[in-house]
């Protein structure tokens, strides 16, 4: 297709056209198929590529498809544009066949929709991705009370957790279980998440349960792990429902992050 009949076909479809240069375009595509399918494929191409169109993502607040929309005004839309028009100008040249062009719009719708969906469908994310963003091992409370030197052993384990060798700490965590009397339900709460990292996921469902159970102040913390113990398992209907349970109450513990990820599951 040559430059001029690219620009008449866009200021056609742009309504740039006089009255009388209009009725000859559409005088011409009446009679010449294949000037007909170029309009076409211009029309497609304003349809989908059209600067308006990107706004479906206005809305949302990720900005991982913020950056996507950025990127796709800026250069890659116009570079696609102009490589789909390259396409079509050697195609035009080498096939006459009307059966032959339709399988060229339907390649390229095809292009299009799957350009559409990956960018602005839902932000999905897999739940071990969620589940480490969610992790947050900085908030836990710490096994030492301040200023006791003397529990030497729980400073040994938690000194191991934090350097993600967990299933030393976690010997050092069942130990203590049995003899501690202060810091139980921290001490339940490291044991728990040592397991699941641990992905020994059974026992550590039962260390959350006990600190569910046992009505300690920490206690509400016990569902958050749950949740992402759930999360880590891939069980995610689970872990929806626990969640659903701490957004019940703007007072439980991590009600905002709780409802965040609801949204995101």
């Known amino acids: 297709m040559s430059i001029d009949e690219q620009i008449l076909i866009q200021d056609f479809l742009n ?15 009446e009679s010449d198929k294949d000037f007909l399918e170029k309009v076409n494929f211009e029309k497609q191409l304003i349809l989908n590529l059209n600067d308006s169109e990107w ?30 028009h390259i396409v079509n100008s050697e195609y035009q040249l ?16 095809v292009i299009l929709v799957i350009i559409g969906l990956t960018l602005f469908s839902p932000f999905k994310t897999s739940p071990n991705k969620l589940y480490a963003y969610y992790l947050d091992l900085s908030e836990l409370p710490s096994l030492v009370d301040r200023g006791n030197s003397e529990q030497k052993l729980l400073i040994k384990a ?11 700490s976690l010997d050092i965590l069942e130990e203590e279980l049995s003899n501690a009397q202060e810091n139980r339900a921290t001490i339940y709460l490291y044991t728990g998440i040592s397991q699941m990292e641990l992905r020994q996921f059974d026992k550590a469902e039962i260390s959350f349960n006990t600190l569910i159970e046992n009505k300690f102040i920490d206690s509400p913390k016990g569902k958050w792990y749950k949740a992402l113990l759930f999360l880590k398992k891939n069980d995610i209907s689970k872990a929806k429902n626990i969640l659903l349970q ?8 991590k009600f905002k992050e709780a409802s965040e990820l609801l949204s995101k599951l």
């Not at 309504?15 to 595509?29: A, F, G, H, I, Q």
């Not at 993502?57 to 890659?76: A, G, M």
């Open 15 to 29: 309504n740039k056209l006089t009255e009388k240069e209009r009725d000859l375009v559409l005088s011409r595509m």
């Open 55 to 84: 706004s479906i993502s206005s809305n949302t607040n990720y900005s991982e498809i913020d950056e996507y929309e950025v990127l796709f005004r800026s250069e890659s839309t116009q570079t696609l544009k102009d490589t789909l």
């Open 94 to 109: 080498q096939q006459k066949k009307r059966n032959q062009s339709w399988l060229l719009y339907t390649g390229i719708a």
């Open 158 to 168: 938690q000194k191991l957790f934090e350097a993600k060798e967990y299933e030393q």
């Open 246 to 253: 701490i957004t019940e109450s703007s007072s439980n513990y």
